[in-house]
């Protein structure tokens, strides 16, 4: 039987008898997008006579020929130095709709040529989505031209914390070396054309009303306190200064919400939500006259109406409002898609709470967490989910009715650079792990994870041949 190693695995492959030899099997084979399939569908018949690739769309066609460029590696020389590709029968489509990275360059900025490969090893396994994390406290790093500050400014910190940030830490020892970098429109459209290319969807995250240090240092006006001159953030955590709930703020937002929508044409647009501290509203006069404008009962209201004044710009552009779980409590609009990050439960809210889901729980694929003995492994900001653990991730919560559960549109793994400096640390945290991910967001069937190591471990060398690091298998 032939040594057939393809992740993520397809959801029927039928090894029949006999082998089809050619002496260039990749360009000799017959692609045809057809009426018959599904959109997500496609059929790959490999035959004495030959090798057909069918499929209901060009995104599907371009899954089958990911797939047919792995079932090649099991070709064996035959005569005349042509190859004898063994013959199958495979029948394949997606178990979720939205397959993604998150990858944050906020924290640590990473090349384009990085993110370029990336986006190749997401092909590689049959992923949909890159999800980038492009602003946070500590780094802008999007070309505004509005507001050139952003990248001036914001997108600069003279140092960065050394060593792992607990909590209630208020001391810190910094490295003594600036970090920085962001990204011109010219290189977001090129990251935006090579993910087309591959049939992958770019979504841009503005982290707000919180996580916007880096915005407040390059225009003190957005913040609760004007007057005072903050630095981006040089030491983790969730920084208490975010933004303030002014007409010229919210029409900065929307200002620049409008250029980033010219950079991405994704129909969804990430505008983060999480971890929005109301210290400085329930402090600054000005947040609590907005607070009994509007009849609200508590600051932490205003984050609600903040997004919705903001999102008013997405909707104008018929895209879609995507947040993290907490937006679930700031009265959200009803459209927004919503990522589950906190926990598995937090999904099973936002489901029942009528939204469309993205799975994505710290518990199981948050890979900035470590993979084995912390003793043995970069530093990390703790947790602990090894490559096993992956592999047997359910997407779907329990607890969902069918048309709960029908919510659920997809699942995406985190990859969040506090502790990963370059692309060497990201690549050894982010693989194999996505490789195990790829197979519960594709719906391969589950089998043992003995069985899975022995399609992952010669699946390794196409990763190699991409470029990027990884962690060993032990």
Request: hydrophobic residues 40%.
């Amino acid at each position: 039987m032939p040594d057939i190693a393809i992740v993520p695995a397809p959801r029927e492959l039928v090894i029949e008898e006999g082998r089809w030899v050619s002496s260039d099997p990749l360009a000799e084979a017959v692609r045809t997008v057809v009426e018959n399939l599904g959109e997500t569908e496609y059929r790959i018949d490999v035959t004495a006579d030959g090798a057909r690739l069918s499929a209901g769309s060009e995104d599907a066609l371009r899954w089958a020929e990911q797939t047919y460029e792995q079932l090649l590696d099991a070709a064996e020389p035959a005569e005349d130095g042509a190859v004898a590709v063994p013959a199958v029968r495979i029948a394949d489509a997606p178990a979720f709709g939205w397959r993604g990275v998150m990858l944050d360059v906020a924290r640590h900025f990473m090349p384009k040529e990085f993110v370029l490969k990336i986006l190749d090893v997401l092909a590689l396994h049959r992923m949909n989505v890159l999800h980038l994390h492009l602003t946070d406290d500590q780094g802008w790093r999007v070309q505004i031209d509005a507001f050139p500050k952003l990248t001036e400014l914001g997108s600069q910190r003279p140092e960065t914390m050394v060593g792992k940030m607990s909590h209630g830490q208020t001391e810190f020892t910094y490295d003594g070396t600036p970090h920085g970098g962001f990204y011109t429109k010219d290189e977001l459209r090129e990251i935006v054309a090579h993910a087309a290319e591959r049939g992958i969807t770019v979504v841009p995250e503005i982290d707000l009303p919180g996580h916007m240090q880096a915005a407040i240092s390059a225009y003190p006006e957005l913040g609760n306190h004007p007057d005072q001159q903050i630095g981006v953030r040089q030491v983790w955590g969730i920084s208490d200064d975010v933004l303030n709930v002014s007409d010229a703020t919210v029409d900065f937002v929307r200002t620049v919400l409008r250029e980033v929508l010219e950079i991405f044409p994704a129909p969804y647009i990430h505008l983060g939500g999480d971890e929005c501290p109301a210290d400085q509203w329930r402090e600054s006069e000005a947040a609590q006259a907005r607070q009994a404008e509007l009849g609200l009962t508590d600051a932490g209201q205003l984050q609600g109406w903040f997004t919705e004044q903001v999102a008013a710009v997405l909707t104008e552009d018929g895209r879609r409002l995507v947040g993290w779980d907490e937006m679930v409590e700031t009265d959200c609009p009803k459209d927004a898609v919503i990522m589950a990050w906190r926990s598995a439960g937090r999904g099973e809210v936002a489901a029942k709470a009528g939204h469309d889901v993205v799975m994505a729980p710290c518990e199981s694929v948050y890979f900035d967490y470590y993979q084995a003995d912390p003793a043995t492994e970069p530093l990390a900001i703790g947790g602990f989910i090894p490559l096993e653990a992956v592999y047997d991730f359910e997407v779907i919560p329990k607890g969902l009715t069918e048309e709960e559960a029908a919510r659920i549109v997809g699942t995406q793994c985190q990859i969040w650079t506090e502790y990963m400096e370059g692309p060497d640390q990201v690549g050894y945290m982010l693989l194999p792990r996505l490789s195990a991910f790829a197979e519960r967001a594709w719906g391969s069937p589950k089998t043992s994870y003995d069985e899975f190591l022995t399609r992952l471990r010669p699946h390794l060398t196409r990763i190699e041949r991409i470029g990027v690091n990884y962690r060993p298998l032990d």
